[in-house]
């Protein structure tokens, strides 16, 4: 199953493949000091063996990125859906534990744009998952480590501009 992405999306995570193919670059460039300076005894540099652990690792992500990207489903996104939470949506909620209830304001997201301090989810997290279909006034059950928690779609806006704080 492929992931959905959005033209930001795309530009972040295109972004995030250069940052660590230049970071690639720079463990390879320390990877062959290491090796020249050990000469024929690089068993006994622990240095050259983290950096080719951390080659490895590098190689893999971007390779892993790189699929994703290449097998994603492009969505275009003109203006969030204000009807029906979907990627795109910015939607307040209430969320009803039992001892005290919450709001927050959550924008629904696609692939490479979460950001939890930004209050971006990404469409496949558990929360997200619950809330895409719904629409203002709607309620759904979420399972929450301390047990579980009624959520009530309040409210949808077409920009975070229109949040009120």
Same mark, same amino acid.
């Given at each position: ?14 972004q ?26 690089k068993?006994? @540099?622990?240095?050259?063996? /983290? $950096?080719?652990? *951390?080659?490895? !690792?590098?190689?893999?992500? #971007? ?51 979460? @950001?939890?301090?930004?209050? /971006? $989810?990404?469409? *496949?997290?558990? !929360?997200?998952?619950?809330? #895409? ?6 309620e ?26």
């Amino acid at each position: 199953m492929s992931v959905k992405i959005t033209p930001k999306g795309e530009q972040l995570v295109l972004q995030q493949i250069d940052h660590l193919e230049q970071e690639l670059k720079q463990v390879r460039i320390d990877k062959n000091i290491a090796f020249n300076a050990c000469g024929d005894d690089k068993i006994a @540099n622990p240095n050259f063996h /983290k $950096l080719e652990q *951390d080659e490895r !690792v590098l190689v893999e992500r #971007i390779q892993e990125i790189q699929h994703l990207y290449k097998t994603a489903e492009m969505i275009r996104i003109d203006e969030p859906n204000t009807e029906i939470v979907e990627i795109g949506s910015i939607v307040k909620c209430s969320f009803e534990y039992t001892d005290i209830t919450e709001e927050e304001v959550y924008e629904i997201v696609g692939y490479g744009e979460s @950001n939890v301090d930004e209050n /971006k $989810l990404f469409y *496949d997290t558990p !929360v997200a998952k619950k809330l #895409i279909g719904l629409v203002v006034g709607d309620e759904t059950i979420m399972s929450v480590p301390s047990g579980k928690v009624k959520c009530k779609v309040l409210k949808m806006y077409s920009g975070w501009e229109e949040v009120d704080v």
